[in-house]
């Protein structure tokens, strides 16, 4: 199936001409009938020569319902742009022609309808000419009466050519359908009709309605009146909901997958240049300024911007309130949260421009007041603006983006992203985990792994009573979300264990202290033995055979590669903590002597050993010369 919507001013022949094409009455109002006018939006469809099924959504031309206008062609991927031949390129043309060069639009077709009132010739040449200039390029033009039943032949093998050349949208794409309509069938429940862009909707599917998030099962589905067991995009699709009253449901609503999309109410796009960004900025007087196509002044100067826009997308619309970056860059802060995606292409209108502009003559050949800007969602979870000069930090971030940014340029910005969350943003290839499912930029990773081996030694300094760095303080000191991250930062000579970050081995990597190799060899060796027996301390002889003076002492003790108890006194860090754990299964309070076996040391290393805890608050001495652990 193809989807495809028309386009073109008001009373030009659409919705008479999808009369005559499928048999089918797009007015579905009969307020529209009586009025002979489209308001709302219609569909009808066909099957093609070819066997292919064509579904049309049909379209208002009149300027008071732009908006219903933008609802129906915001999802579909083709138009057929209607021009009459008697009154020729007019107003709504022109701004249906800029929604369609905004939305990115590159297939449709020409439609010069009612030539049997005039010659075709002069409205396709003006409508042909302005059509080459946007995302539509060459089109196939064809010029038909609905009243004589000339021309449509012609049209439907242009349609079975437009629908064979049209691309095939990822049937595995995540489902994202814009609800048009909803309704309430008795017996039946709850409808929405939509258009799929692309993914698949299978009968019993469970999805989620935004904004709500509710999940809502799809009892059924009908495509094109029939029933169906799925809708695979490009689709017309009605689907039966479950879990679901018709009440709250409104066009502009998306079924989604779960978990396929962020929901967000601030974006970071970039406006792309085109005819439309004139619109955005005062006319310049005639013969001055930058003619339409350059965007010059919107390029150096975004603040022109109105304050606030309505954005479209797909069937939606809500009020953006613009807040200017730097260059194209502008954040957007939207009145309603969406499911978007990055690279989603959002459609920017001044509600304003509507008053304002002229409304009647347009001369031949020149584009009218352009109305629409199109701008390419590059973030949908932007850091916050906090600080003076962010906003020119945050386009700085972004400018060198493609508009389909990737894994690697989502994590240059956020630094650390769960798989899942760069899912949800349209984002599925990516780098290995660096653990579970955290992403992280290589350059931050790397920075972090210097900064966990800074913030273990800074430790073991400060407090070299302790055995190593807590990982949650460790997490802390790096600002990480996780201490499963900090677990995979950790790499020799850094190890985890008992839940801290420690200095694995016999102390740090050869000269990684920045001590003199020779005393980080004498202090390699002394932990070597202290390894064995914890808290047998080296005696005189030992240390001064290993060259190790009081000042060598004192600076292994400061870079934490030793624990000074006391002048003659020397352990291995952590040694304090390792004594607090045995002291404390000694039944309470315990006498030096009963302190000495369980450590099984000598008194000579003993004593200090409890004096130096004393000091440290681990134990307390009472009264009668026993002791009792406070903390350990
Ligand atoms: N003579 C003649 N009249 C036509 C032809 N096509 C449409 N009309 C008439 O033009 C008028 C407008 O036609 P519609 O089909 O309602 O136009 P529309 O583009 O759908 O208008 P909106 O939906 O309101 O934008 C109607 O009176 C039609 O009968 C045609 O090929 N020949
Ligand atoms: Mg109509």
């Known amino acids: 199936m193809q989807v495809i919507a028309t386009a073109g001013h008001v009373d030009h022949g659409k919705s008479t001409l999808l009369r005559a094409l499928t048999g089918m009455d797009p007015d579905r109002w009969e307020e529209e009938r009586r009025r002979g006018l489209t308001i709302d939006l219609g569909f009808a469809w066909l099957t093609l020569p070819s066997g292919e099924q064509v579904a049309f959504v049909d379209v208002p031309g009149h300027e008071r319902f732009v908006p219903n206008m933008l609802a129906g062609v915001g999802p579909v991927p083709a138009v057929l742009f209607v021009v009459a031949a008697d009154e020729g390129w007019m107003p709504q043309s022109a701004e249906h022609l800029a929604v369609v060069d905004a939305l990115g639009i590159r297939s449709g077709l020409l439609v010069v309808t009612r030539c049997d009132l005039a010659d075709p010739g002069p409205a396709l040449a003006q409508a042909t000419a302005q059509i080459r200039a946007t995302s539509l390029g060459e089109v196939t033009a064809v010029a038909v009466s609905a009243v004589t039943g000339a021309g449509l032949p012609a049209l439907l093998a242009a349609l079975d050519r437009l629908a064979g050349g049209l691309p095939v949208p990822d049937p595995g794409a995540p489902v994202r359908l814009w609800v048009d309509r909803a ?60 879990g679901v009253s018709r009440d709250g449901l409104t066009r502009g609503m998306a079924l989604v997958q779960a978990g396929r999309w962020t929901m967000t109410d601030v974006i970071d796009v970039r406006i792309t240049a085109g ?75 001044d509600p304003g421009a509507a008053r304002t502009r002229p409304g009647s003559h347009v001369s031949p050949g020149q584009t009218a007041w352009p109305t ?40 240059r910005r956020h630094l650390l992203l ?34 966990l081996g800074e913030a273990v030694t800074a430790h073991a300094a400060r407090e070299p009573l302790t055995p190593g760095l807590p990982l949650d303080a460790a997490r802390a000191a790096l600002r990480l979300p996780d201490r499963r991250l900090v677990e995979a930062l950790a790499r020799p000579p850094l190890r985890v264990q008992d839940g801290m970050i420690q200095i694995a081995g016999h102390g740090l990597a050869a000269g990684a202290a920045g001590l003199p190799e020779s005393l980080e060899a004498a202090i390699r060796i002394l932990r070597a ?104």
């Not at 979870?381 to 020119?392: E, K, Q």
């Not at 899912?423 to 499912?437: D, F, N, Q």
């Not at 290393?605 to 009472?622: H, K, V, W």
Request: glycine share 8%; charged share 20%; aromatic share 2%.
């Open 183 to 242: 309704f309430s069938i008795s017996g039946a429940g709850t409808v929405v009709t939509g258009t799929l862009p692309a993914g698949t909707v299978h009968r019993g599917d469970e999805l989620v309605m935004t904004p709500s998030m509710r999940p809502v099962r799809v009892r059924s589905i009908q495509s094109l009146g029939q029933s169906a067991e799925m809708a695979v995009g490009v689709s017309r699709a009605a689907l039966n909901l479950r």
């Open 372 to 411: 629409v800007l199109s701008a390419i969602v590059l973030d949908v979870a932007p850091p916050p603006l906090a600080r003076r000069g962010a906003a020119a930090a945050a386009a700085r971030d972004i400018a060198g983006w493609p508009d389909q940014p990737a894994a690697s340029d989502l994590l």
């Open 529 to 632: 033995d202290l390894a064995r027996a914890p808290f047998a301390a080296p005696d005189a002889d030992r240390l001064r055979n290993l060259g190790l003076d009081v000042q060598g002492i004192a600076a292994a003790a400061r870079v934490g590669l030793l624990l000074r108890v006391s002048d003659q006194i020397v352990l291995a860090p952590g040694a304090d903590a390792k004594a607090a754990g045995i002291l404390a299964g000694l039944q309470q309070p315990f006498t030096a002597a009963d302190a000495r076996q369980a450590l099984n040391t000598t008194r000579r290393s003993a004593i200090p050993l409890l004096e130096y805890l004393d000091r440290a608050g681990i134990t307390e001495r009472l009264p009668d010369d026993r002791r009792i652990v406070r903390r350990h």
């Open 275 to 349: 005819d439309a960004c004139a619109a955005l900025r005062p006319d310049p007087a005639p013969g001055e300024g930058p003619a339409p196509g350059q965007d010059a002044a919107l390029d150096q100067d975004p603040a022109r911007l109105p304050r606030t826009l309505t954005l479209h997308i797909g069937s939606a619309r809500t009020v953006a309130r613009v807040r200017p970056l730097a260059g194209q860059h502008v954040r957007l802060i939207l009145a309603d949260p969406l499911p978007l995606h990055v690279g989603d292409r959002v459609l920017l209108r």
């Open 418 to 451: 769960r798989a899942s969350a760069l899912l949800a943003m349209g984002v599925s290839e990516h780098p290995e985990p660096v653990t579970g499912e955290w992403l992280a930029d290589p350059g931050y990773w790397r920075r972090l792994v210097g900064g």
